[in-house]
């Protein structure tokens, strides 16, 4: 993501969901709807794609962590306020959101900082899909998964949902969750790979915060460099992939925490990391 912003303001205020920053370079977003499960509006749509990239421009920001108010982390698109809407919409507009929905799966996978979404009770639909995109998923045992995409008529490949999934939990889970709509819970979310840590009850957020330090307390540049490679080299033959990380490695050896690191062994301390 380009630093450059032409006449463009950082935004001060978002209307909605919660946004903070702390002093170790960790932010939150929470979505702020505990009377609607915080189910998405096209506005929240467009306000995460906009602030990840500002986020993403700016690189202030070391670690991310994603959570939700109230009983659950995000129970999908608003059926009033998207669905219903969606109805009246013709072929262009429709696009247009579905293209906008994307955009925010792709601010997430391609945000310069590891994103950690914290789930507790239900993740549906485009709430799934959200804490899908994120690198680390912790979740309380009140978790559950649900990709409800045809159980309402859609195809279960939405905002991403079918390049993500098989990647993280294989095609044969994928194609079942995906294809049947069915909720999978903390438990077996765990088994088949979805999960990153299972908490206590209750402890998601918590958690999900001291593995955002942990992280942002790291190599941040590293970090960044560690995630695009990655999301780049899912693709990629194993030829171009070793490429590309020589490359990296190459580009990294020539930078302050590198030196940084081998100074900190050599004078036996804990490096003190620049993201530079």
Known sequence: MSPFTGSAPRTTTWHHFTYTEDEHGVAT???????????????????????????????????????????????????????????AMDTAQLLDFNRMTGQVVRAVREAPFPVIAAVHGVAAGAGAVLALAADFRVADPSARFAFLFTKVGLSGGDMGAAYLLPRVVGLGHATRLLMLGEAVRAPEAERIGLLSELTEEGKADEAALALARRLAEGPALAHAQTKALLTAELDMPLAASVEMDAATQALLMNGQDYAEFHAAFTEKRPPKWQGK
């Open 29 to 87: 977003v929470a979505l702020d709807r505990p009377d609607k499960l915080n189910a998405l509006t096209f506005d929240a749509y467009a306000d995460l794609r906009d602030l990840l990239a500002e986020l993403s421009r700016e690189k202030a920001v070391r670690a991310l962590v994603l959570a939700g108010r109230g009983r659950g982390f995000c129970s999908g698109g608003d059926v009033d306020e998207i669905i219903g809407a969606t109805l």
